[in-house]
C-alpha cells in the first residue's frame, strides 16, 4: 500500500528557510516520481517540483526555481524540498504526491495534479513579512 508522509512546515520570517520531507512506504523511488503541490487558501494546487529519482532529474515551477530544491534520499525512501529566500506568497499548505513510472515507460506532466494517484496529509508553511 502506497503512503506518503509529508513534515516540516512551520512559521518561517520572510527571507528565512525551511525544508520538507516526504518519507514514502510500501513503494520505490524507483518506480515512482514524486511531486511537490502547494494550495493556497482560496487557490488551486499547483505544483511546484519534481523529482525522478531513477532517471535523476528535477522539473521546478518558475516562481520557486533558484530558491527551492527538490532532492531524494533512496535508502530512506524521501523526498526533500529545500525552500530557500521565502516570502509571504509561498505561504501555503504543501502536498507530496506519488506518481506511477510504468518501469520508466511513463513520463507524466508532472505539474498536473491529475497524474498522482498517491498523496500525503499536506504540512502547512506560513510566511510571516
Known amino acids: 500500500d502506497v503512503q506518503l508522509q509529508a513534515s516540516g512546515g512551520g512559521l518561517v520570517q520572510a527571507g528565512g528557510s525551511l525544508r520538507l520531507s516526504c518519507v514514502g512506504s510500501g513503494f520505490s523511488l524507483d518506480a515512482y516520481g514524486i511531486g511537490w503541490f502547494r494550495q493556497a487558501p482560496g487557490n488551486a494546487r499547483e505544483g511546484v517540483s519534481y523529482?525522478?529519482?531513477?532517471?535523476?532529474?528535477?522539473y521546478y515551477a518558475s516562481s520557486v526555481k533558484g530558491r527551492f530544491t527538490i532532492t531524494s534520499d533512496y535508502a530512506k525512501n524521501t523526498v526533500y524540498l529545500q525552500m530557500n529566500s521565502l516570502n509571504p506568497e509561498d505561504t501555503a499548505v504543501y502536498y507530496c504526491g506519488a506518481v506511477y513510472l510504468y518501469g520508466g515507460t511513463y513520463y507524466p506532466t508532472w505539474y498536473s495534479r491529475s497524474e498522482y494517484g498517491h498523496w500525503g496529509q499536506g504540512t502547512l508553511v506560513t510566511v510571516s513579512s
Open positions: 523529482i525522478n529519482t531513477k532517471e535523476g532529474y528535477t
